[in-house]
């Protein structure tokens, strides 16, 4: 078959074909195989090294015909190693023709906007129904196999009921790329949300709060760090001492009496709830969280009976994932896609307004 590669080292790769490709080593390679190995495929190939590992050890790396099974065996210039590249496999997920909002999609990634009360990906609770689901079916033998398997690459998330923009790998080097983006902190994320009161830099409560610095231009910065809570274990908690640092970024997009706000919230890191838990750290949880939310509700006095009604029984949080920018993992093109408040939203929103 064709080599999907192209400007490849001379020196490095003799030839791909028939699944398989050749790597000569150089003069200056590492001298362990598997660092040898990894130092010398092309980019394209989107092999890891934790790949190389897992081949090397199944034997799919021969010299002179014969398995090379020790990622340590010591390497001379000059010897050529033939990698065999077996065909993704099918992963036991079934696919299923579910409706998806396409913003973009070509032959290594996909992005989606995704619906209120979509899972994105499979687990014990719920094996069906989720954007994998959704995404094995509409992208079929497009999927060129994330870690030998056909799988769409999930590099982020956003929980079932946030609504808003995901980007998928559909190819191993659009994997690699994506993950390397969302752990330099390069992929611009910016979110929607409707939070209970307005977070003020002149209310002493909030300054007061560790972790808590206001920025030029009015931006609340919220540095901590999030684990599992101890005794609810689905939850979210902030610490300080142990856990994994997290960042958040905020400013008042729009004040509702005093008594609700529009947020926009960028991440500088993305941990799980990370927004939800941050906000309500501040005081400010969101409409109709039932996790985080807290006491603090839409007040009748403020708002009247009628929206007081609609904001507390919002039946999800206020949460939309509405621009995502990051740099295209192939091609290098700068991306950037925005998606409009979904209609549960701006019905809020109208109402907080009257």
């Known amino acids: 078959m064709a080599s999907p590669f192209e400007d490849e080292d001379a020196e490095s790769v003799d030839a791909m074909a028939g699944g398989q490709l050749i790597i000569?080593?150089?003069?200056?390679?590492?001298?362990r195989l598997d660092k040898a190995l990894a130092?010398?495929?092309p980019e394209d190939a989107a092999l890891s090294r934790s790949r190389l590992m897992k081949m090397i050890d199944e034997g799919d790396v021969l010299r002179d015909g014969v398995a090379v099974t020790n990622p340590k065996?010591?390497?001379?210039?000059?010897?050529?190693?033939?990698?065999?590249?077996?065909?993704?496999?099918d992963v036991a997920t079934m696919p299923e023709d579910i409706p998806l909002t396409v913003i973009w999609e070509d032959g290594d990634l996909i992005v989606i906007d995704k619906p209120a009360g979509m899972v994105v990906h499979p687990a014990p609770g719920t094996p069906s129904g989720t954007l994998v689901n959704a995404l094995l079916h509409h992208c079929g033998d497009t999927l060129s196999g994330i870690g030998g398997e056909r799988r769409p690459g999930i590099v982020h998330r956003i929980d079932k009921d946030t609504t808003g923009l995901l980007v998928v790998?559909?190819?191993?080097?659009?994997?690699?790329?994506?993950a390397a983006q969302f752990e330099a902190h390069t992929v611009n994320r910016r979110y929607l949300a409707v939070v209970n009161g307005v977070?003020?830099?002149?209310?002493?409560?909030?300054?007061?709060?560790?972790?808590?610095?206001?920025?030029?231009?009015?931006?609340?910065?919220?540095a901590t760090h999030l684990e599992r809570h101890k005794t609810d274990r689905q939850r979210q908690a902030v610490v300080w001492n142990s856990g994994r640092h997290a960042v958040t970024r905020t400013r008042v997009m729009e004040d509702f009496k005093g008594g609700a706000a529009l947020m926009e919230c960028w991440l500088e890191t993305g941990r799980t709830h990370q927004i939800r838990v941050h906000m309500a750290y501040a005081g400010h949880g969101l409409v109709g969280d039932q996790t985080y939310g807290g006491k603090r509700k839409v007040?009748?006095?403020l708002f009247g009976p009628e929206v007081a009604e609609i904001g507390n029984s919002f039946p999800r949080q206020a949460l939309h994932a509405a621009t995502l920018g990051f740099a295209h993992p192939v091609t290098g093109e700068?991306?950037?896609?925005?998606?409009?408040?979904?209609?549960?939203?701006?019905?809020?929103?109208d109402a907080l307004r009257r």
Do not use: W
């Open 334 to 349: 700068a991306l950037e896609f925005t998606s409009p408040l979904p209609a549960d939203l701006t019905a809020l929103l």
């Open 73 to 89: 065996t010591k390497v001379k210039q000059g010897e050529a190693y033939t990698l065999i590249l077996a065909p993704a496999v």
């Open 39 to 41: 130092a010398a495929v």
């Open 299 to 301: 007040s009748p006095k």
């Open 169 to 178: 790998a559909k190819s191993d080097r659009a994997h690699h790329g994506l």
């Open 24 to 31: 000569v080593i150089g003069e200056d390679a590492p001298q």
């Open 199 to 222: 977070p003020s830099a002149y209310d002493p409560r909030i300054r007061g709060l560790r972790g808590i610095t206001f920025e030029a231009g009015g931006i609340l910065k919220i």
